[in-house]
């Protein structure tokens, strides 16, 4: 049954169509819980409000319309951006099943977003973060988790799907499932590495007979005896941050775009970052190129053949 999203329920002519189109994208491409919630939300939100009762019926107008309202009503430009994209793939699926069909959303405006950086931490704030002396299992437990962000740029959804056996001890490396659930494999830091074999010591605290089965090989457990889940990470982020000293916002991507930053302004390679962070597109990566300008001379001058004059 789908999730109750607190909308006016859609005839059936609407509301099947869109069922068929999100287990497609749960069955064929795979894709996380949180992607799939996403749509839906977007996507009801627009067919709650539609003048008709088939997808079929639907013009760029009238979407175009919606979006209108929604821009005026003050939803950002980058949730404009992300129902248009949602609503582009639903089309795309629909014409897929029936070729005659026209794909209204193809060709939606929506107001371009402004750039913003990734937040993130300085070097010398993550070393605060990451100083912080655990005292009990759970302590020890997040201790893993944190190093495990800074350390190997994981997203949120990879760090709580990471079994024992995804850890090659021998080679220091990681794999790791990401989004489509592409595998990719990410090197651990000796830091990451200690915590990591330290929190494996209490984890049968938290595995005991009540552990389900599907959750016996997770790496990260909760106090109620299971997989660890997103929120809870998400809680004791915050909360070692408060405890530190740092912005009560901080959140576990902020740590992902930390590692990003810090070892582009280190190594320069955008690629080898790309890579790590299980980027499709370099254009994804980019974002990460604000480096100090400063740095970027440094660099230009120790690097470059013809950067410095011949006594």
Known sequence: MPPDTGQTALPASLAEPLEKFLANLRNERNYSRATLNSYRQQLEA???????????????????????QDFQQGLAPRSLALRAASLRSLFRFLQA???????????????????????????????????????????????????????????????????????????????????????????????????????????PELAGPKLPPEDSQALFLSLQKQRISTRQVRQRVQRWAKQQGLPQSLHPHMLRHSFASHLLESSGDLRAVQELLGHANLSTTQVYTHLDFQHLAKVYDGAHPRARKKS
């Open 46 to 68: 627009t067919a709650v409000r539609l003048p008709v009762q088939r997808w079929q019926d639907v013009t760029q107008a009238m979407l175009q319309r919606l979006l209108m």
């Open 97 to 203: 099943e029936n070729p005659q069909a026209i794909n209204p959303a193809q060709h939606l405006k929506v107001p371009k977003a402004p750039k913003t950086l990734p937040k993130q931490l300085d070097v010398d704030q993550i070393r605060h973060l990451l100083d912080a002396e655990p005292d009990d299992t759970l302590g020890y437990r997040d201790r893993a988790m944190l190093e495990l962000f800074y350390s190997s740029g994981l997203r949120l959804e990879e760090l709580v799907t990471i079994n024992l056996p995804d850890i090659d001890w021998q080679d220091r490396l990681l794999r790791v499932r990401g989004k489509g659930s592409k595998e990719r494999m990410v090197p651990i830091g000796r830091y990451a590495i200690k915590a990591l074999q330290t929190w494996l010591q209490h984890r």
